[in-house]
Each structure stands twice: as structure tokens, then as C-alpha cells.
């Protein structure tokens, strides 16, 4: 393991994880998230969606789902995300997103950061997964696999779901590909799922959240309440994972994001997923029930380990 506590002496590890889920977050947010990390002398794990940029055909959600309708007016989609990526795979064509910047992926791992799979097609993974067949969802796997391979010249060790989506086919699926890990969950701490008997072998890290974009949907805009908000979770948690987007922190949110990692530096040893995931396996890992809740400012469901207790006590906080 190749893990080195160096950004403080507290001793308590926090991992950031970087979803890439469009062509200009990639294009855009990673360069300047990897100038940003490196001066601060952060490591961090970048979740890339590999295939085709197809963020516009989320259009077809609002048809069906008052919240996304929501969440794309409170939080500004056009000036957050840009006019181009709300309309890709749509009314202008999808562009690729990681297998268009091969360098860059390249770089990522250059500079110390660990780059894992988080998606073929970012978008149909998000909607459509429950629909998707075993087949389908192999397929999906299997070009991101493919596409990391030629890129990096090895297998990925592990995997983020997109939109904290899962099935019990996923799952098992999943379970086949040899990882060291998946962050496929938001809330709880790590843990292999169980559904009903069938227990899973992949270790789960869960993101803590919430994310900027949650928050700017619910109403929060004023940095010092975006800061209580998300640190108030991070603190919470025994081994806290905080979810960032290219797109976002990346983009508007960049001296946010500054300002949130300097003031992390003081507290935890700033990691990798795979360096925590590390440490994990080499203790017990506890088996935990999948479950799925709903959170504030984000539309439908995400997958979670947290039981119905603080399920519950979580619903009626929000």
C-alpha cells in the first residue's frame, strides 16, 4: 500500500471522490480539479464515464418527475453545466468524454490519483438500469472495462455507480469482475451488501454527501450554509467519503472547493478510495442490508446500507 498520511497529524482518513459524467467536465473541470489538488498536495480518486455525453437526454425526465424539473431551475443548470452539455444526445450529438482525452486519463494517474470506472454511458445507467437486462448491464461493463484497459494498459480495480444506482443484477455482476472495491452507495459506512440471503463480496464505501448540487435545489446559495451543510455529514461519519462533480467543483464551485480543502487538511488525512478501501480490508467488514431512500433536492431513489431505523430518523429530519 502505497498510502501516505502526510496532510495532517490527526490520524482520521477522508477520501475524495470525483464523478465525471460529461465531455466538458472532463474537458474542463478535471484539468483545473488536478491543478487544484496537486498544489495542495491531495490525492483523490476521478470516477470517469468513459462513452458518449448523453446529460441532455435527462430532458425526458421531466415528463415524469416534478423534482428533476426542480432541481434543474434551482440549480441553474445552464450556467452550472453549460448550454452544450444540457443539450447533448439530444438536439446537438453526444460527445465522448473520457475516451476523447486519453492523455488526461493518463495524467490523472501520473499525478498520483487513482482513476476508477463510473460509467460506459453515464446516462442510461442513471434512468434506465431498472429496466436494463443482465445482459444489457454486462454490455455496459464491459465497454468501460474495455475502453479503461486501452487507456491505461490495466484492468480498473473498482467501480462508482452512476447516480448511487443498483440493482440485484448489477450487483451480481459486479461481484464477478475481480474488484477491490465499489462506491456504488450514498449514507452508512462501508460494508458488503446482503439482499435477503444472498450476501455480496465486493466492500461498498459509501459517499457521504450531500452534494453542492442538492443543496442549491433545497434553497442553500450562501457558501456559509453550503459549508455547515456538507461538513455537518462529514463530521458524522466514521470514514467519511465526500462526492465532488468536475462539472461543478470543477467549474463555479472551484474556490469553494479550495476553501473546503484547506480547511479538511486540518483535520484528516486527505486519501484515495483505494487507500482507504486498504485499510478496510484489513480489518472485519460488516454485512449490511441494501436498502434505497429518497434525499433532499435530488429526484427518485439512491441505493444506501443504512438501516430502516436511521431511514426513518433521516425522513423525518428532512
Known sequence: ??????????????????????????????????????????????????????????????FNDPLFLKKMLKTGAPRLYGLRTILSGTLLPARPIAIAFPDLVRRIEADGHEAIVHAWDHRKWQDR??????????????????????????????????????????????????????????GGEPAR??????????????????????????????????????????????YPVIPIHAEVEGGPFSRFLIRLLRMLKTKYNIVRLKDMAAILLGGTVPIRELSFMELPGRAGTVATSIGPEALREISEQS
Not at 462508482?160 to 472495491?181: F, K, N, R
Request: include cysteine.
Open 1 to 62: 500500500m502505497d498510502l501516505k498520511l502526510k496532510n495532517t497529524g490527526r490520524g482520521r482518513l477522508l477520501a475524495l471522490k470525483i464523478d465525471v459524467d460529461t465531455h466538458d467536465g472532463m474537458a474542463k473541470g478535471v484539468p483545473k480539479l488536478l491543478d487544484i489538488l496537486n498544489k495542495e498536495e491531495i490525492k483523490a480518486t476521478f470516477c470517469l464515464s468513459f462513452g458518449p455525453d448523453n446529460a441532455g437526454k435527462a430532458i425526458f425526465r421531466l
Open 129 to 186: 438500469l431498472t429496466d436494463m437486462t443482465s445482459e444489457e448491464i454486462a454490455r455496459e461493463f464491459d465497454r468501460a472495462f474495455s475502453a479503461f484497459q486501452d487507456i491505461l494498459d490495466k484492468r480498473p480495480e473498482a467501480v462508482a455507480a452512476p447516480g448511487w444506482q443498483v440493482t440485484p443484477e448489477s450487483l451480481e455482476i459486479q461481484d464477478e469482475l475481480g474488484l477491490l472495491y465499489a462506491s456504488d452507495l450514498r
Open 193 to 238: 451488501l446482503s439482499i435477503g440471503d444472498r450476501i455480496f463480496k465486493t466492500l461498498q464505501i459509501p459517499s457521504t454527501g450531500p452534494c453542492i448540487e442538492e443543496l442549491l435545489t433545497i434553497g442553500i446559495r450562501d457558501n456559509e450554509y453550503l459549508f455547515k451543510a456538507i461538513l455537518r455529514q462529514i463530521y458524522k461519519a466514521k
